[in-house]
């Protein structure tokens, strides 16, 4: 029993962007810097004509990932339900396109798919027949600000916040102990143990504000208001803030939206876990090693070690997105944060 590395290719969004890296090179990458063999992916950024790939390519990705040895753990998908244009998918059309990014995932050698956190439940159980006959895993990704147990987070009533259901996790566990399926899981992300603004999140919401001391004074008195209170505090202070919802809410976070120790009582309905990560940097006095300093990895590392988790972290880099509002100069070498993501994991994992 033992925690694995892998890597969301998706933290490589960047160099595919600017054709510096294309999803061989990111796959080589994996295996031979990082010495390691979890390879995850989002459907529609690696797999060419998709929802329909050709055999051409499904051979080519199989052959390249057998090349290597390497392991398919997760395909992210995402159901737009807009791709139809001329209306909004239904449930069950939505299920028909679950089942099918199910038997691409199958085709692929993919284990689990990853349904975003706003997929809902009946969608779910309505494709979990087809996950249990091609034996791939749906696992509903436990995003922030999504707590892991209902009822020790107060969910806000403004903000994206208000539109997610804060009693996911409980949903899917109940859906697989009914079912009695083993096909239907979790899939945690770690921004959940996200417990203040990144450096890259604060720098950009500064750059973009009317008035950046409206950043500060939000990361300075944010504990001591409401989630809700803290956006009619900052209208009437700050009337020309320039500041979306969003920007609101990121930069009062002040703590992680689960416990560390909420992890233990999931991991029999882990499929895999998101290694979510925005900034990392060198530890002051210890050369060569790095941390994220605005997520909590050590804390539920040693619980999933303590508890027998057996499965794949995978590393999913997102810090990028804060500074691509700049040029080409000033963006992070995404490669370079991988791989320190990665000497953190050997180290908590203890490799």
Not at 234 to 259: F, N, Q, W
Request: some cysteine; proline content about 5%; glycine content about 6%.
């Amino acid at each position: 029993m033992a925690i694995k590395r892998g890597v969301s290719l998706y933290s490589y969004q960047q160099a595919q962007f600017f054709k510096q890296m294309n999803w061989k090179d990111m796959i080589r990458e994996v295996h031979d810097n990082l010495q390691t063999d979890g390879i995850e992916i989002i459907d529609e950024a690696i797999i060419r004509n998709y929802p329909f790939p050709s055999e051409e390519f499904i051979f080519d990705w199989n052959n390249e990932m057998a090349r290597y040895n390497m392991q398919a753990v997760t395909m992210d998908v995402y159901l737009d339900v807009h791709q139809f244009r001329d209306h909004i998918m239904t449930h069950r059309e939505a299920a028909e396109r679950l089942k099918n990014d199910i038997k691409i995932a199958a085709r692929m050698g993919f284990k689990n798919v990853r349904a975003l956190c706003l997929v809902p439940i009946d969608v779910i159980e309505m494709a979990l027949e087809t996950a249990e006959k091609y034996d791939v895993r749906i696992g509903k990704e436990i995003h922030a600000p999504l707590p892991i147990k209902p009822g020790t987070k107060k969910q806000p009533k403004t903000g994206m916040a208000a539109a997610l259901d804060f009693r996911m996790a409980e949903q899917i566990i109940e859906l697989a102990d009914r079912t009695g399926s083993k096909h239907v899981g979790l899939v945690p992300d770690f921004g959940i143990f996200q417990h203040s603004p990144s450096r890259v999140a604060v720098e950009y919401a500064k750059r973009h504000a009317k008035n950046p001391e409206v950043i500060d004074f939000i990361l300075e008195n944010s504990k001591n208001y409401g989630f809700d209170e803290i956006f009619k505090v900052v209208d009437e202070k700050y009337p020309a803030h320039g500041l979306d919802i969003g920007t609101i809410e990121r930069m009062s976070l002040h703590e992680s939206s689960a416990k560390p120790e909420d992890i233990i009582d999931i991991i029999p309905y882990i499929v895999s876990i998101h290694g979510k990560f925005y900034d990392m940097t060198e530890i002051p006095g210890k050369p060569g090693c790095y941390e994220d300093k605005s997520i909590d990895y050590e804390t539920p590392i040693k619980y999933l070690k303590e508890h027998g988790f057996n499965g794949y972290i995978n590393s999913e880099y997102e810090g990028q997105r804060d500074q691509q509002d700049r040029g080409i100069e000033y963006l992070a070498d995404e490669v370079e944060q991988v791989r320190r993501h990665h000497e953190m994991l050997k180290r908590l994992i203890g490799e």
